[in-house]
């Protein structure tokens, strides 16, 4: 995909990147369609993953307060709650990625717009229906979950590997049958996924061949990763927002109408 990518594209594709990241519809997803899109061709794995150093930067510049009410927690109120709770849901994802990392790259069979499809309809239903179905005892945030409940939060985040899931998505369903409610499932599942986007990022400059892939291609990684990094700042804050009234319906009956239309445009071809 890199090949004939000019500076619009790499910035399109960083917005698509920033908005799908939080807004949980599934970036990668997206980012596979529109890549496909643009070039009918194979999609971009490293690209992608370079626009995670846009969407990191604007999580952790927005929750900056909070990590600070954090830090405060763990080294002055000797509360570990949060943070034990962030490790637990986090080690799930980050062991199997950095297991399968390699064969993610390798496996184009995982970002076909068939499996994208298929995965946006799911996610999707699952949405829909959330809202719908009994929850576990109701707990006030992150902090309140047992370990149990975080485990099954990070399980739940390990099928975001797949494109089409969405890694916000995935959690932010789980937190709510773990008993959060909209608007806090939506802001554990974003500081949840600080480590993770962090272990992305520095894969990316501790290996030499990533380095020297985001170095040949400086010009179209810069744009496309301010794209990402002013998009995603805005969607963090529609998120919550949003979340705070309602609940995950609108963006299931989007993936599914999503689904619709790449399915159909499969079937067509």
Known sequence: MIVGMNIFESIILGLVQGFTEFIPVSSSGHLVLAQRLFSNGPSDQLFVESLDIGTTVALIIYFWPRLVKLYMR????????????????????GVIGFALASYIEKNDSLIQPLVVAIMLAVVGILMIVVDKLPKL???KDGTHLNPWRALVVGVAQVFALVPGVSRSGST???????????EEAAEYS???????MLGLITKLFLKSSDRAYMVAHADLVIWGNIAAFVSGVIAIKFVLGYLAKHGLALFGWYRVALAAVVLAVLLIK
């Open 74 to 93: 763990v080294f002055h109120e000797h509360d570990y709650r949060l943070l034990r709770n962030i490790v637990i849901t986090s080690i799930p994802a």
């Open 172 to 182: 932010i369903i789980a937190s709510r049958f773990m008993g959060l409610k909209s």
């Open 137 to 139: 005892s109701e707990t």
């Open 190 to 196: 974003f500081m949840v996924s600080i480590p993770i």
